[in-house]
């Protein structure tokens, strides 16, 4: 509980001392005249107090009136969204400005008078709020819009020419939810039946809400046809949402959940093994510890088989490649969704988005099919995933 406790007060403490920055250089510095400098302050304001608030609602009072919550969490997520893209935009702005400021000490050149600073910060901050009203729109638009199928081809070394060709869809961190709900999972089923995959694998984040707020939300899954079946495994979210719940749920539509363990895909001399790990996090809410989850998938394989592993997080891989896995497909990373988070990503997974080997072993890492929190994606848009094995052995590819 304490832990609990100092984590909401470093996240609340990071959001006042975000906007506090944000006041500074687009209304202080500014020296906006009035009445404007003390409105855009009172909005700031109530920004900063509001947001946190409406989350909170939105989690207690909303949890079982679904269009409360909605309207309580959408404005609070789009300014989320366009929060972060302001601080990005001011925190380079501010990195020119050092930089010129250096320059112009080397180049022994005068201070700039306050007239002129007061000039330089109230179009810095015009241009900031223009180029961020566009980019807010655009992220908005991609997240709104039709997700794209991307394709991919991977070449297995082990995989039987009998199963050249397989075909995949990888769905992940699509986050039913207060933003995301029947109407999208409906679309994503339809869509992933036309591309009549052998397999389909959902890779974890399936949902952030409980199986009763839910329940139809995510029914349409059980509508998913694959020749060789369904698959998921957890990833963090579903600890957030109550997994056992969850995987409950998930069989009774019909979906296989692969939980430290793997399966054979295809018969006798043709089949290749599919794995499947429970979330990095698992351990802290009961489960295994990331070593001994993937230990205990793929400990005493035969290593001349093909291996699929479906992990949610990217850096499963780094533990999960000395027992041979051949492909792990991923997501957790959103690729980044709004970018350039993708470059703080970067500090905690090894592997962002798109294909990328390591070692003996290739992994592909999804951007993600829904979004989470803000619904808005810039410069990482959402996928469904359908990917094409292809065998060592093949003498031509298809």
């Known amino acids: 509980m304490s832990r609990f406790f100092i984590f909401i007060a470093v996240a609340l403490g990071l959001l006042a001392g975000i906007h506090y920055y944000l006041w500074a250089r687009l209304i202080r510095d500014p020296q906006l005249p009035p009445p404007w400098g003390g409105v855009l302050t009172l909005m700031l304001a109530l920004l900063a107090m509001g947001t946190p608030t409406a989350m909170v609602l939105g989690r207690v009072v909303g949890r079982d009136r679904p269009g409360v919550q909605s309207a309580l969490l959408w404005p609070a997520y789009l300014w989320l969204g366009t929060m972060f893209l302001l601080f990005a935009a001011v925190f380079a702005a501010d990195a020119a400005r050092a930089f010129v400021a ?46 794209d199928v991307r394709r991919v081809r991977v070449r297995l070394d082990r995989l039987p020419i009998g199963q050249h060709g397989f075909t995949m869809v990888q769905l992940t961190d699509v986050h039913v939810g207060p933003t995301i709900g029947r109407a999208f999972i409906d679309d994503i089923v339809r869509r992933t039946n036309a591309l009549q995959p052998d397999l389909i694998a959902i890779t974890g984040d399936l949902v952030d809400g409980s199986v009763e707020q839910l329940r139809d939300a995510v029914a349409p ?35 296989r959940v692969l939980r430290n363990e793997r399966v054979s895909i295809g018969e006798g001399e043709t089949s290749f093994d599919l794995g499947g790990i429970d979330d990095h996090s698992a351990a802290r809410y009961g489960g295994l510890e990331p070593a001994a989850a993937i230990s205990q998938a793929l400990s005493g394989r035969d290593t001349r088989r093909e291996l699929v592993l479906l992990a ?48 003996e072993a290739q992994i592909y890492v999804s951007r993600g099919t829904g979004y989470w929190g803000p619904p808005m994606r810039l410069g990482a848009p959402a996928e469904i995933t359908h990917v094409t094995l292809e065998s060592g052995a093949a003498e031509v590819v298809v």
């Open 102 to 147: 250096v320059a112009r000490r080397i180049a022994g050149a005068g201070n700039i008078d306050v007239g002129r600073r007061t000039f330089i910060a109230r179009l810095s901050a015009t241009a900031i709020a223009v180029l961020v009203g566009g980019l807010g729109g655009a992220a908005v638009r991609s997240a709104l819009s039709l997700v």
């Open 221 to 255: 899954l059980a509508n998913l046809r694959a020749r060789h079946g369904v698959y998921f495994v957890t990833g963090n979210h579903e600890y957030f949402s109550g997994a056992e719940a969850w995987l409950n749920e998930l069989g009774r539509l019909g979906v």
């Open 312 to 359: 949610h997080q990217p850096r499963s891989l780094l533990e999960a490649a000395r027992f041979g896995v051949g492909l792990q497909l991923s997501g957790h990373t959103h690729g980044g969704q709004i970018w350039p988070f993708k470059y703080f990503v970067r500090l905690q997974q090894p592997f962002v988005a798109g294909l990328h080997r390591h070692g």
